[in-house]
């Protein structure tokens, strides 16, 4: 393990030269590699997600306990995310973002040799709070290299890659269940981590120089959240961002019982679905990417939250109506995502770049916590039915809830925001 002073120097990053433009050798290297760090994340909620019903015969659990498996690595991103940030500002990126993928590269294994549910939901989060290190430092380290339109753009490409894990991770997994137990998800996803622990370790420099690290007692630690959390500036677009994704997340976590017990399609059937769903988030983050500097970030962002919901309401009227198929259902939240790929990138920046980089890291960890505590604990709420497992009206009612609030809270946010600029000014 080495320290971030055996890596370059870290002004070689952070310095105000960095902040000119870049090589694009230089900056497609940085988007592949922080790409790699992002995508682990949910390649670790996808993978084994068309395995959810091998999973619960194997370990004789009901659905819904298998289900707490993915809020169990939510909830443990979210804690994960809020030690691991502030961390990274007061010892640079380097050195917690290495110890956190090892941990998580060793809990990948670990579930592949559970026996009973509750262990692996013990396991799963603890790999969360492990995993939580790759988001949030990568997001700090963008914060420490670049500033407004072109952290935007980055965040764009960055998805490019980070996408292709939520599409290609059902794909993967419906074709290793082919060949071999769910177990093998497992093995995989850790073999993976190790690759990326090893891109990181000779690939990624340190980008946050000694003379702006923070080091915070608790009662600073305190202090600094708080001022977070009052400055509309940034709760807006984190909160706007963390409904989001329970929105998406919903859909995530229910739909592979409700395409293969409500619409009878095979794992792989289900995981052909979801990836052309994916395709749409990736679509979105680049469409998104081409319109940076010709459309302004706030719009680009309500473009995309009225799109989104616009989608899910299709979804809902499918379901009253009974129109809902494989077919139709794909059309409508391939939409819905590709709105979402226009909300993410563009709420992630007005939140990050409204801080300094000194207090990035927490200013990104409150951003990943609050994203998934709210995508985790709100998308739970479709498994509340009769039979406790979640049907497609539960999903489509808790898609349609959140994202209303995540319209309704930006809205209510940047007409603050602009009556406090104009009292200000």
């Given amino acids: 393990m080495t320290s971030s002073t055996s890596s370059p120097p870290a002004t070689d990053l952070a310095s105000p030269q960095a902040r000119q433009p870049r090589p694009r050798r230089s900056v497609a290297l940085l988007v592949l ?22 999973i619960a015969a194997d370990l004789g659990a009901p659905e819904s306990r298998i289900q707490l498996t993915l809020t169990a690595i939510m909830v443990g991103m979210a804690l994960g995310q809020l030690a691991i940030g502030p961390m990274s500002d007061a010892w640079g990126r380097r050195v917690p973002l290495l110890v956190g993928v090892a941990v998580f590269t060793l809990t990948s294994f670990a579930c592949a040799l559970v026996t009973s549910a509750e262990a692996f939901i013990a ?4 790999q969360g709070v492990a995993g939580a290190a790759g988001a949030v430092i990568s997001r700090a380290i963008v914060r420490d290299m670049f500033d407004g339109d072109t952290a935007a753009r980055f965040f764009s490409r960055l998805m490019l890659v980070s996408g292709l894990a939520p599409m290609l991770g059902p794909i993967l997994g419906g074709q290793l269940l082919l060949v071999g137990p769910w177990q093998m998800l497992f093995v995989v996803l850790g073999a ?22 923070r080091r915070q007692g608790p009662k600073a630690l305190l202090g600094t959240l708080a001022g977070l959390l ?3 500036r940034f709760i807006g677009p984190t909160l706007t961002l963390s409904l989001s994704f329970a929105m998406m997340f919903t859909y995530i976590s229910a739909f592979s019982f409700v395409s293969q017990n409500e619409l009878g399609v095979s794992a792989q059937g289900y995981s052909l679905m979801f990836a052309v769903n994916t395709i749409g988030l990736i679509a979105g983050t680049q ?16 473009f995309g939250l009225v799109g989104a919901l ?14 809902a198929s494989p077919v139709t259902l794909t059309a ?5 995502m590709f709105g979402v790929g226009l909300v993410f990138p563009n709420a992630t920046t007005l939140a990050i770049s409204s801080q300094p980089a000194a207090v990035a890291g927490s200013a990104s960890a409150l951003v990943g916590s609050l994203q998934f505590a709210l ?46 600029a104009r009292a200000t000014a």
């Fill in 375 to 420: 995508g985790g604990g709100l998308s739970s709420l479709a498994g509340l039915t009769s039979t406790g497992e979640a049907s497609l009206a539960s999903m489509s009612a808790v898609m349609a809830g959140t994202g209303l609030l995540a319209l309704a809270v930006f809205v209510a946010s940047a007409l603050l925001g602009r009556r406090k």
């Fill in 287 to 302: 469409v998104n990417a081409a319109l940076i500097g010709k459309v302004t970030t706030s719009r680009l962002l309500l």
């Fill in 332 to 336: 409508a939240l391939f939409v819905m």
């Fill in 310 to 323: 616009g989608a899910v309401a299709v979804v809902g009227a499918l379901t009253a109506t009974g129109l």
């Fill in 123 to 126: 396991i799963r989060f603890l």
């Fill in 230 to 232: 009052g400055d509309v």
């Fill in 33 to 54: 590699v922080l790409g790699t760090l992002t995508a682990t994340g949910p390649l670790a909620t996808d993978l084994y997600l068309p395995a959810f019903p091998q």
């Fill in 192 to 213: 993976v981590s190790a690759l990326s622990m090893a891109v990181v370790f000779f690939g990624l420099p340190e980008s946050l120089p000694v003379h702006q690290r």
